[in-house]
């Protein structure tokens, strides 16, 4: 099969570096993102640079698509840099407080202007939300298969064989193209931006597509559309105990286990 | 212009993608280079593989043509992390500037292209024993010989001698300011022979040392400018680019300085408490960010004019006094901080202070800087 288009979902989250600086505002309970470095999410970067590996080994097109507000313009046009084709910002005040599901949907508007295409490669989930929710919603709304925790993908005529990792171990996944793969970091090691790659970003495509552009439903999408409500945001307050057990070895242990279950810890 | 003092979009880029090199790639070597003194020439490799040694070479000879604030943005990130490895870049783009600007349109076209590729690394070899500060000291000589010079001399201190495979060599062919000419020696001369390796005290892992030149054939299409032209060439060189280069590698030891001392001064406790509340360490931090953003105004605000095409040789000559003594002091004071820690060979504040010491007398000894700094100086007599 020859590779199409291989669209590449990224998000712009705050540096996880600059984490301790977060702060969440009380009413709205959002986060407080002023000051904070922006970088492109760190799995949307091992995604990028799978779809360059898969472009260099069967061609075709790398195309970025995120959603976000103008800032993510930067994140963009690094993608570009990287080596992406063109990259487009869905950037639309519309889609604003749009929870994983309404992104979802808003994402699949936009990669229904874009068909044909091979593969939607995603990072498995961002840092800053770490819901791991948006690519298998996003492969429910165009009606394709999906495979997240993906560590490695062949692809094999119309098929590709991805390995998918489990908590213990990885299994061995067939799947029809075009599907949604979400990928770990254990995937491949994103190359280093070069010199001549962020010189080449400005001459390449870099398009923002408003709510109207993609043909999207305004009651599916920004907060009005999106069911998920925040009611709280709070750092969870850790309890340390300490419990004592002596006794003969055998006893001991199976007291200790059975305290355990009592507390909830398994 | 417009006075900006944010990076484009190209440049935060471009210093994040030295930031990460420096801190995934370099930060492993360090300690190794430190303590072999070894070049790490896989990193060098790499540093031109990614364009970094491409980054003010006009685009039309196949550079990047990213500019002097730019250039500085990736040298103080790459020092953050190995001050070494920083200077041998600045050095690579050192032996660029006498064709970047002094050479014809075919050399520019002959040579460029490769070094911005990385293929061609070049020195800028002009100290020899008896002439640094006193350039017209030099005695290496350069005779013409039908089509061609003959150049034989001895260079010393010479920054990544062993590591190029062109030389930029400054020899005499005549008497006094006139008498000094600029040749480009290419790969694979017979005659041109590195010599010994210095052992310096700091910037281990850099590469310095001779230059021998004994009947090196240099043909009169290398000479860069015309005869004479030599001293002119290898002071704006050394002006344009040698300085800021070296403001650029200071002012990474002093951003160093100031996180390892903000880290440890929160993490060490004393009395009870960390001794970031203890006045003395607060003082001694309050003056290493001075020093930090004292320095970066001056090397960037240098480097912005250099970008607006304005000479600026007083400006590259403050920003280099300053940021050298900034960063021996910083270190200096990081090593108070750290206590008895700070003079332990593991811990990072005194590879600080031996890296700045090296400084004092790169690209022109802290001297000159002030003579430089003083003729301008004058210039305010109304």
């Known amino acids: 099969m020859r590779i199409l288009n291989i669209i590449v979902c990224i998000k712009q989250v705050p540096d996880p570096k600059e984490f301790s600086k977060i702060a969440i505002d009380p009413v709205r309970k959002t986060i407080v993102r002023e000051g904070i470095p922006s970088i492109i999410n760190p799995l949307d970067k091992n995604a990028l640079e799978e779809a360059l590996r898969i472009r260099e080994k069967y061609g075709g097109k790398v195309i970025v698509l995120s959603m976000g507000p103008p800032q993510a ?3 963009c046009k690094e993608a570009l840099a990287f080596g992406a084709d063109e990259a487009i910002l869905l950037c639309d005040r519309l889609l604003a407080g749009s929870d994983t599901l309404a992104t979802a949907y808003a ?14 490669l995603c990072g498995n989930e961002t840092v800053d939300g770490s819901t791991g929710q948006v690519p298998p919603q996003l492969a429910e709304f165009l009606g394709i298969p999906h495979v997240t925790r993906v560590r490695g993908i062949k692809i094999i005529d119309d098929e590709a064989i991805v390995e998918s990792m489990m908590e213990y171990g990885y299994r061995i996944v067939k799947v029809k193209l075009p599907a949604v793969l979400a990928v770990v970091k254990e995937i491949n090691t994103p190359r280093i931006l070069s010199v001549f790659g962020i010189i080449s970003a400005s001459s390449k495509k870099l398009i923002q597509w408003c709510v109207s552009d993609i043909e999207a439903d305004i009651d599916m999408i920004g907060l009005e559309g999106s069911p998920t409500r925040v009611t709280d945001v709070f750092t969870p307050e850790v309890k340390r105990r300490c419990e004592v057990f002596r006794g003969p070895v055998e006893e001991t242990v199976r007291k200790a286990v059975r305290r355990l279950h009592e507390i909830g810890v398994f | 212009m417009p006075f900006d003092f944010t990076f484009t979009s190209e440049q935060e880029m471009l210093r994040k993608a030295a930031m ?19 070049t790490p020439i896989e990193l060098v490799k790499k540093m031109m593989e990614l364009g970094f040694g491409a980054i003010v070479i006009p685009r039309e000879y196949g550079g990047a043509g990213l500019g002097h604030i730019a250039r500085i943005a990736v040298l103080e990130e790459i020092s953050r992390i190995s001050p070494a490895l920083s200077f041998c870049l600045q050095i690579v783009h050192l032996g660029q500037a006498p064709l970047i600007y002094f050479g014809s349109e075919e050399q520019k076209k002959k040579w460029l292209p490769g070094m911005a590729k990385g293929e061609l690394i070049s020195t800028c070899a002009v100290t020899e024993p008896t002439g640094g500060s006193d350039v017209l000291g030099i005695q290496t000589t350069a ?4 089509d061609s010079y003959i150049l034989n001399g001895r260079k010393c201190f010479i920054t990544n001698v062993h590591i190029s495979n062109m030389h930029g060599v400054l020899a005499k062919t005549g008497e006094g300011p006139k008498g000094l000419s600029f040749f480009m020696i290419e790969p694979n001369t017979p005659g041109v022979k590195p010599g010994r390796k210095e052992n ?15 009947n090196v054939r240099v043909p009169k299409e290398n000479m860069i400018g015309s005869e004479g032209d030599g001293l002119r060439i290898a002071l704006t060189a050394i002006s344009n680019i040698g300085r800021p280069g070296v403001n650029g590698v200071a002012l990474g030891i002093i951003r160093r300085c100031l996180e390892e001392a903000a880290k440890y001064s929160k993490q060490r406790i004393l009395y009870g408490k960390p001794i970031s509340e203890l006045q003395a360490i607060q003082w001694y931090l309050t003056e290493i960010y001075l020093d930090y953003e004292t320095t970066r105004l001056l090397t960037y605000y240098a480097a912005w004019l250099r970008d607006k095409g304005a000479r600026c040789d007083a400006e590259n000559a403050a920003g280099k006094y300053y940021s050298v003594e900034a960063a021996v002091r910083c270190a200096h004071k990081l090593i108070q901080i750290f206590g008895a820690y700070g003079v332990m060979r593991e811990i990072i ?7 700045a010491e090296v400084l004092c007398s790169a690209a022109g000894t802290q ?3 002030k003579l430089v700094m003083f003729r301008k100086a004058l210039e305010y007599a109304k």
């Open chain 2, 143 to 146: 005779k013409r010989e039908g």
């Open chain 1, 73 to 75: 313009l930067e994140a």
């Open chain 2, 367 to 369: 001297e000159i800087m």
């Open chain 2, 349 to 355: 504040p005194q590879r600080l202070l031996r890296d």
């Open chain 2, 20 to 38: 990460e090199f420096a801190e995934k790639e370099v930060a492993p070597k360090v300690e190794w280079m430190d303590e072999t003194g070894e």
């Open chain 1, 107 to 120: 994402l699949s508007k936009a990669i229904r202007k874009l068909e044909p295409y091979s593969l939607i």
């Open chain 2, 200 to 214: 310096k005290d700091g910037l281990r892992g850099l590469n310095t040392g001779e230059l021998i030149l004994e």
